[in-house]
């Protein structure tokens, strides 16, 4: 049996030397061979440097660096990509993910699972998560990260689906296949500033719902329906009362109207044009993420 460790890397010079520290005392736990792919992600800082000496002295080391930045989600497809185990763990570099959960998923998988994901205990379940499995097709674990070990079946069923806006956790989900959660508390990172941002996050949000789910899309249609039965009873409501001999003052509700109107014609656009943008993507057929430099090449069976 051959696992593989893939960790995505950016800016994690304070958390690299740790994580090895810790993932060692584990890799020896497990009964099979290990190997360890880490990505680095463009990093701005030592990040590759670090990677590289411990490559240096440990050859069950894959370091993977990408040309840029191209974002978490395609760092982590490239390790996935790049690692050759008969069963794939990824988790993230900051030692929020603890490393001694995964003999419990090695465990698991021998069981038979062909996926083993973990899920944070002891919280309530965020808004983004509650709004993604009401508009998405496909159910995501509440609380689960990307932290999970899947089988090589799993691994070669994901590496077909080619898509540019990637929400990993969505498309693990869509595969199906026989899988388990383990719980666990998530901690603190252990150096450095968290590089998720807000905007990263809403992105990815935004991403799961559009790659998964046309629901905005019927959103739209019946927003325009809406609007267009309040305008008709509107109309009707003016003919009456000009026939009725009402006054109606005309340039509030013109300007009301019209704004009414614009909003929704906007908000509909808006919508399409996420969908559009996404087609657009797609099309080009650029790559996910360009690879600059990668050490310990020969170890790798793709």
């Not at 050859?59 to 690692?83: C, M, P």
């Not at 305008?231 to 019209?258: C, E, H, N, P, R």
């Not at 614009?262 to 044009?273: F, N, R, Y």
């Amino acid at each position: 049996m051959r696992l593989s460790i893939v960790i995505p890397c950016f800016n994690e010079a304070e958390n690299v030397d740790q994580l090895y520290k810790q993932l060692q005392p584990v890799a020896d736990e497990i009964d099979s061979e290990v190997e360890f792919v880490f990505v680095d992600d463009g990093s701005m800082d030592t990040t590759f440097e670090q990677l590289k000496a411990l490559a240096d002295k440990d050859k069950r080391i894959q370091v993977i660096s990408l040309s840029r930045n191209f974002g978490h989600q395609a760092a982590l497809t490239a390790g996935i990509d790049h690692a050759g185990g008969d069963a794939v763990v990824f988790m993230d570099a900051d030692l929020q993910h603890p490393p001694q959960l995964i003999p419990r998923f090695v465990e698991k998988w021998q069981q038979g699972y062909d996926l083993v994901y973990a899920h944070r205990e002891g919280v309530k379940p965020r808004l983004g998560y509650r709004i993604i499995n009401t508009l998405m097709k496909v159910r995501v674990p509440a609380e689960s990260a990307d932290f999970k070990l899947m089988d090589r079946r799993v691994v070669q069923a994901f590496r077909q689906m080619p898509e540019r806006s990637r929400f990993i956790r969505g498309m693990i989900s869509w595969l199906g296949f026989k899988q388990i959660g383990i719980g666990y508390q998530q901690a603190q990172r252990f150096a450095g500033r968290r590089t998720y941002t807000v905007r990263q996050t809403a992105k990815m949000a935004l991403d799961a719902i559009l790659a998964f789910s046309t629901i905005p899309l019927r959103m739209a249609s019946v927003l325009g329906l809406v609007t267009l039965l309040a305008g008709l009873a509107y109309a009707v409501y003016i003919i009456y009362a000009k026939f009725a001999g009402w006054s109606v003052t005309g340039w509030t509700a013109l300007i009301l109207t019209v704004l009414i109107l614009g909003g929704v014609q906007l908000i509909c656009l808006g919508v399409i044009a996420e969908y559009i943008g996404r087609i657009f993507e797609e099309v080009k057929n650029r790559p996910l993420y360009v690879v600059r430099e990668h050490i310990g090449k020969n170890q790798s069976k793709q």
